[in-house]
């Protein structure tokens, strides 16, 4: 299955950078580069759809589109795949 969610990401006030997902609640990621808080956004919202997933009744929240997303300066909007792949119930 393969998931896309936009991430906001902005400069912390520390020099590091932030993601913050608006359609997955309390999902954030952090790093030193851009490509190290793109590369811990996409285990953030892994984690986040791997919780979710094996909950009961699993409410996955549609994707937003990016360009509906408001900014604030210094912020910035990418989409974040993230390929999860089920393995529990398949015959292999």
């Known amino acids: 299955m393969r998931f896309i969610y936009p991430a906001v990401i902005s400069k912390t006030e520390n020099g590091r950078y932030r993601a913050v997902f608006p359609d997955l609640e309390m999902c954030e ?3 030193d580069s851009i490509v190290e ?3 811990n956004a ?3 919202a892994y984690d986040w759809i791997d919780l979710e997933l094996h909950e009961e009744d699993p409410l996955l929240p549609p994707s937003t589109d990016k360009r509906d997303i408001r900014t ?5 909007v990418c989409d974040i795949l993230v390929i999860y792949r089920m393995h529990e119930g398949w015959d292999e």
Do not use: L
């Open 29 to 31: 990621a952090e790093g």
């Open 37 to 39: 808080v793109q590369r």
């Open 42 to 44: 996409v285990q953030a």
């Open 72 to 76: 604030c300066e210094g912020e910035t």
